[in-house]
C-alpha cells in the first residue's frame, strides 16, 4: 500500500485514478484495476482517500491523489498544471545529471553576450519620458530654427539644448562675502587655467577659445570676471550692480546666473535691474562648449581634465570651497553608482548565503539541506547570467537601474525555492525519491507558477512604459524571472533530487557518511493501515502525515499562529488594524508628490550633489528662459498682431513663476521701440521689413535678435520668431511643473500657433507623464493579475480576495513612501512595478494553499498557514537581505528600491500572513 497526496476534484460521474507512477487506472479502461472503497464525499472540495483493488493478488493501494477527466473552467488548469508537473517530477528524479547540466551549459553559451555589453548613461534618455512634449518641441524649434549656426553664433538662452558646459560654485567655509579679492584672485586663477593650452590626448593641445560658444568671434564672458579682471577696485567703489551691470565697453552684462544670495545696498527702496551690490554668498563661472560632431569626444575629454586641475589647485585653498560639474558629471555619476553596487553585491550574496543555509538547517543532519540552499542561490545566478547574456547579445543597452535587478531576482528566487522544499517536506519520507518529486512538483507547481507569470505580466506591462529607466529594468528583470521559474524546476530540481537520495540513505548532510538506516521505501501493512483508520478520524490539516518531516516553523504555525489569528476576539481586532492600516495610506497617497530632482541622479554626499544643493539654493532665482514660438507666418507690421503677442507675453510676466517685462527679451518690443526713438508710425510692410533687416538688427546691441527671426526666401515676410521670459525663484519640483503647464497653457491660448519651449522642460515633463503611467501600468498590470488567478485558481472568491489584497498593498506602499520622503517619478515606479509582483506572491501563495486543503474554512486556513506560512516568511527574510545592503547605497534610486520593497515586503506578510487568513476565514469558499 502506497500514499501519495491530498488533491480536489470537481463533481463528476466520470473520473480517473492516478497510480503511484502517474499511469491512469480509470476501472472503465483498465479492467485490472477496480475502485473497491471510497473514503469520503466527492464533491468540489473534499479530499478523498480512494482505495484500489488488485483482483489479481487482492493487494489493495491507497491513493489520494484524482484527476478529473470533465472538470469546470477553474479547474482544469489547476488539474492539469499538477498532472503535468506530476509527470516531470519523475523525469527529474530518474535523469538528474542532464536536467543538472543543461542550464548550466545554455547560461555558458549565452555569456557570450557579454562581448556586446553596452551601457546607456544618458540620463535625458534614461529618466525622461521618451514621448515627452518637450522633445517633440525641441525637434520642432530646431527645424524652425535650423538656418542658425548655433555653436559659433549663439547665446546660453537660444541653446535648445545644453549641450557640453563647466560650471564651477566658489563659496567661503562661513558664507562671507565671496566678492573679495582673496577669492577671486584664486578664481581668476582658474579662469586663467582654463583659457590656457591644455594637452588632451597624445600632442594634441586645445584652447579654450577653438572649443568654446562663441558670439562675435569670442567665447561668452563670464561677467563677474571681466569687471574685476579689469578694475579690481570696481567691487570697492560700489559700481557693479544686480542682476544687470554696466560693462566697462559701455555693454551691459547679466549676473544673476553668476552670483547667488545677493545682498543690496538699497534694502529699503524698490529693486530694479540695476540695483547696486553689497554682498554675495556664491559666485559660479559658467563654460559653454560645442558639441556637434567631433567636438563632443574633444570636450568631454576636455571637461574632464579641466575638472580634474581644478581639484588640484583648490585643494589646499583655506576657508574657500570650489565644488564643480559638467555635462559629463551626470554620465559619471550613473557609472560610479553603478559600480558601487556591483561591489556590494558579493556582501549581500554572502549575507543571504548565511541566511539561506541557516534557514535550511534542523536539528537532523540528515534532513538538514544546506546543499540545497547553496543550489538555490546558484539557479538564481545562472538565470541573471542568461537574461543579461541574452540582453546584452540582442543590443539592449544596460542601465544604471538594472543593478538592482540581481538583489530582487536572488529574493524572488528563493522565495520559490522554499515553496518547493515546503512541499517536499510534506510529502511521506518512506516514499521513493521519484515519487516525493513528483509530489513536490504537483504541489509547488500553482504557487511558482501562478506567482511567475503575473510577475512577468508585471513586467511586461512596465516594459511599454514612456521612461526608459522602467522600460529597460523591466525588460531585463522579467526575462530574469523566466530564466528563473525554468531553472527552479530543471537546476534546482534536480539538485533536490540527489539531496533526497542521500536522505534515503541516511547521510550527514556535510560528512556524506551513513549515519542511520536508510528511510523505509514501502511502510508495513499495519502501519498504513493504522495511519489510515486515524486519517478517517481527524481533521487532515491538524495532523501530521505518516513519515513527514515537519520543520519547527510549520508546527508553529499550524498550532500556535493559526488557532491566535482565528480566534473570534482577534479577527475584530485585526480588522481595526487593517482600517487604520488601509486610512493612514489613503492620507499618505493624498499628500503624494512628484518628481525626479537633478539632486537625486547623483550619488549622496558627491560633488555633484554639494554642487546641485548649492545650485538650487542660490541659483533658480534667474532660470530657466522659456521661450514663445510663433511658428507661422504672421503680419507684424500690424497694430492687431502687436498686440496679441504682447497680451501673450504679459500672461507669463504677470504669473508668479515668471519675472516681469524687465527681463523679457522681446525683439518686437525693442523694434518698436527704435521706430518710436525714429519718429516713424502707421509702417508699411516694406518699410517694416526693409528697417527690421537693413537697420535694427546691425545695430550691436541689437544683433542677438537675429537669432529670432526666420525670414522666408525672399526676405520679404517673417516664417517664425520667438520671444523669452524668465523663471522665477523654482526652488521646487512643483514650481517648476507649475511653471511649465503655465507657459504651455499660454502658448496653446495664443490667437496665433505658438509654443513654449526651454530645455528644462525635457526634465520637467516627467512630472506631467508619471502619475498617467502609473495609473495605467498599475490598471493593466492588476487586470492582468486578476485573469491570470482566474485562470490558475479554482476559485472566483480567492481571485478577488488576491486582487483586493494586491490593491491593498500597492495604496499602503504609495502612501507610506510618501512619509518616508520618497516621491512619485520614474523610479518609484518601477518599484511599484515590482510591487505588484511581490504582493501577488505573497497572496497567491496562501490562497493556492487554502484552495488546496480541506475542511471547514478554519480548517482550510490553519492548514494554508502550516502549508506556506514558513515559505513566505523566508522568501521575504531573503529579499530583506538581498536589498538590506541597498540601504547603504549613495544612489538615490537604489535607496528607493530599498525602501519600497521594505514597505512590500511588510504589508506584503501582514496581508498574506494575517488579513487574508481571517478574510478567508469568513469569506472563503467552504467544504
Known amino acids: 500500500m502506497k500514499l501519495g497526496i491530498i488533491r480536489r476534484f470537481l463533481p463528476s460521474t466520470s473520473y480517473s485514478i492516478l497510480n503511484a507512477d502517474g499511469d491512469d487506472l480509470d476501472e472503465k479502461s483498465d479492467p485490472e484495476y477496480s475502485v473497491v472503497q471510497v473514503n469520503g464525499h466527492i464533491d468540489d472540495q473534499t479530499t478523498t482517500d480512494v482505495q484500489i483493488l488488485d483482483p489479481d493478488n487482492n493487494n489493495s493501494e491507497t491513493t489520494r491523489e484524482i484527476c478529473c477527466k470533465s472538470c469546470g473552467p477553474l479547474d482544469c488548469i489547476d488539474h492539469r498544471l499538477r498532472h503535468l508537473f506530476a509527470a516531470w517530477g519523475r523525469i527529474v528524479a530518474r535523469h538528474p545529471w542532464p536536467i543538472l547540466l543543461l542550464p548550466i551549459l545554455v547560461t555558458i553559451g549565452l555569456s557570450v553576450g557579454f562581448r556586446y555589453v553596452t551601457m546607456e548613461t544618458n540620463q535625458e534618455k534614461i529618466y525622461t519620458p521618451q514621448n515627452g512634449k518637450a522633445k517633440t518641441e525641441r525637434k520642432i524649434v530646431d527645424d524652425l530654427f535650423s538656418s542658425v549656426s548655433w555653436e559659433d553664433h549663439a547665446t546660453p538662452a537660444r541653446l535648445t539644448e545644453l549641450g557640453r558646459y563647466i560650471q564651477i560654485i566658489f563659496t567661503t567655509d562661513d558664507d562671507q562675502n565671496v566678492l573679495i579679492s582673496a577669492l577671486l584672485d584664486k578664481a581668476s586663477d582658474v579662469h586663467q587655467m582654463v583659457l590656457d593650452h591644455i594637452t588632451i590626448s597624445g600632442n594634441v593641445s586645445y584652447r579654450y577659445e ?99 586641475r581644478v581639484r588640484k589647485m583648490s585643494a589646499d585653498w583655506e576657508d574657500v570651497n570650489v565644488v564643480t560639474f559638467t555635462s559629463r558629471t551626470p554620465d559619471d555619476e550613473v557609472k560610479a553608482a553603478t559600480y558601487e553596487m556591483i561591489v556590494l553585491f558579493p556582501i549581500a550574496a554572502a549575507l543571504l548565503l548565511i541566511f539561506t543555509v541557516g534557514s535550511c538547517m534542523t536539528k537532523d543532519p540528515v534532513r538538514s539541506k544546506p546543499w540545497l540552499a547553496i543550489a538555490a542561490l546558484v539557479s538564481t545566478l545562472l538565470a541573471m547570467l542568461s537574461a543579461l547574456g541574452v540582453m546584452f547579445f540582442v543590443g539592449v543597452p544596460f542601465v544604471d537601474m538594472v543593478v538592482a ?57 512596465g516594459s511599454i512604459s514612456s521612461f526608459v529607466s ?60 493504522d495511519f489510515v483508520s486515524k486519517m478517517d478520524k481527524q481533521p487532515d490539516n491538524t495532523t501530521k502525515s505518516y513519515g513527514q518531516e515537519d520543520h519547527a516553523f510549520m508546527t508553529f504555525f499550524r498550532n500556535y499562529f493559526g488557532p491566535f489569528i482565528l480566534n473570534p476576539c482577534m479577527k475584530v481586532i485585526v480588522v481595526f488594524i487593517y482600517l487604520g492600516y488601509i486610512g493612514v495610506a489613503i492620507w499618505g497617497c493624498s499628500m503624494v508628490e512628484q518628481g525626479l530632482t537633478e539632486q537625486d541622479l547623483v550619488r549622496q554626499g558627491s560633488e555633484a550633489s554639494k554642487f546641485l544643493d548649492l545650485k538650487y539654493k542660490y541659483f533658480k532665482t534667474y532660470e530657466p ?15 492687431e498682431t502687436q498686440e496679441i503677442i504682447e497680451r501673450t507675453l504679459s500672461k507669463l510676466e504677470e504669473d508668479k513663476h515668471f519675472h516681469d517685462s524687465s527681463m523679457t527679451i522681446s525683439w518686437l518690443h525693442e523694434y518698436k521701440r527704435f521706430l518710436e526713438l525714429v519718429g516713424i508710425s502707421n509702417i508699411t510692410k516694406d518699410l517694416f521689413m526693409s528697417i527690421l533687416r537693413e537697420q535694427f538688427l546691425l545695430i550691436p546691441a541689437f544683433e542677438p535678435f537675429q537669432l529670432d527671426i526666420v525670414f522666408d526666401e525672399t526676405n520679404t515676410s517673417i516664417k517664425s520668431s520667438r520671444y523669452f521670459v524668465l523663471g522665477k525663484d523654482l526652488f521646487t519640483s512643483d514650481d517648476e511643473k507649475a511653471m511649465m503647464l503655465k507657459a504651455r497653457q499660454v502658448a496653446k491660448d495664443c490667437e496665433f ?161 494575517v488579513f487574508l487568513p481571517v478574510i478567508l476565514s469568513v469569506l472563503g469558499p467552504s467544504q
Open 405 to 461: 535587478m540581481p538583489f530582487i531576482i536572488i529574493g524572488r528566487g528563493l522565495d520559490d525555492a522554499f515553496i518547493m522544499l515546503a512541499a517536499w517536506r510534506q510529502t511521506d519520507t518512506n516514499l521513493p525519491v521519484e515519487r516525493r518529486m513528483s509530489l513536490t512538483l504537483a504541489d509547488s507547481v500553482m504557487s511558482i507558477t501562478a506567482t511567475t507569470v503575473t510577475d512577468t505580466l508585471a513586467f511586461t506591462v
Open 625 to 639: 528662459a522659456v521661450s514663445l514660438v510663433i511658428k507661422t507666418e504672421q503680419n507684424y507690421w500690424e497694430a
Open 470 to 529: 522602467v522600460r529597460t529594468f523591466c525588460v531585463y528583470t522579467g526575462l530574469a524571472v523566466v530564466f528563473d521559474y525554468i531553472y527552479q524546476i530543471t537546476f534546482f530540481a534536480a539538485c533536490m533530487v540527489f539531496s533526497g537520495r542521500r536522505e534515503a540513505a541516511g547521510r550527514h548532510c556535510f560528512t556524506m557518511k551513513r549515519i542511520q538506516k536508510p528511510y523505509a521505501i514501502v511502510a508495513k501493512q499495519d502501519e498504513v493501515t
Open 753 to 913: 500657433p505658438a509654443i513654449a519651449y526651454s530645455p528644462a522642460f525635457i526634465y520637467f515633463d516627467q512630472f506631467v507623464a508619471v502619475i498617467p503611467t502609473t495609473v495605467q501600468n498599475m490598471v493593466i498590470a492588476i487586470g492582468s493579475i486578476l485573469c491570470v488567478s482566474f485562470l490558475l485558481i479554482p476559485s472566483a472568491t480567492c481571485c478577488v480576495c488576491v486582487t483586493i489584497s494586491v490593491v491593498s498593498i500597492l495604496v499602503g506602499v504609495i502612501g507610506y513612501m510618501t512619509f518616508w520622503n520618497v516621491n512619485l517619478h520614474s523610479v518609484s515606479l518601477l518599484t511599484l512595478i515590482l510591487s505588484v509582483g511581490f504582493s501577488v506572491d505573497y497572496t497567491i501563495h496562501i490562497t493556492s494553499a487554502y484552495v488546496s486543503a480541506r475542511g471547514r474554512r478554519r480548517d482550510r486556513v490553519i492548514r494554508a498557514l502550516y502549508s506556506v506560512g514558513m515559505p513566505i516568511i523566508q522568501g521575504s527574510l531573503s529579499t530583506m537581505f538581498a536589498i538590506f545592503i541597498c540601504a547603504f547605497s549613495s544612489h538615490y534610486g537604489i535607496r528607493v528600491f530599498f525602501k519600497s520593497l521594505t514597505l512590500v515586503n511588510l504589508f506584503g506578510i501582514a496581508h498574506g500572513l
Open 210 to 308: 577653438n572649443l568654446c560658444i562663441k558670439w562675435h568671434d569670442s567665447c561668452l564672458a563670464n561677467t563677474v570676471l571681466t569687471l574685476y579682471e579689469d578694475n579690481e577696485d570696481y567691487f570697492t567703489d560700489n559700481n557693479i550692480s544686480y542682476p544687470y551691470s554696466f560693462l566697462p565697453d559701455g555693454n551691459v552684462g547679466f549676473l544673476g546666473a553668476e552670483l547667488g544670495d545677493v545682498e543690496l545696498w538699497m534694502e529699503d527702496e524698490i529693486e530694479t535691474q540695476f540695483s547696486p551690490v553689497k554682498s554675495a554668498k556664491t559666485f559660479r563661472l559658467l563654460y559653454y562648449l560645442k558639441s556637434e560632431g567631433e567636438f563632443d569626444e574633444i570636450n568631454s575629454k576636455f571637461e574632464s581634465f579641466v575638472i580634474k
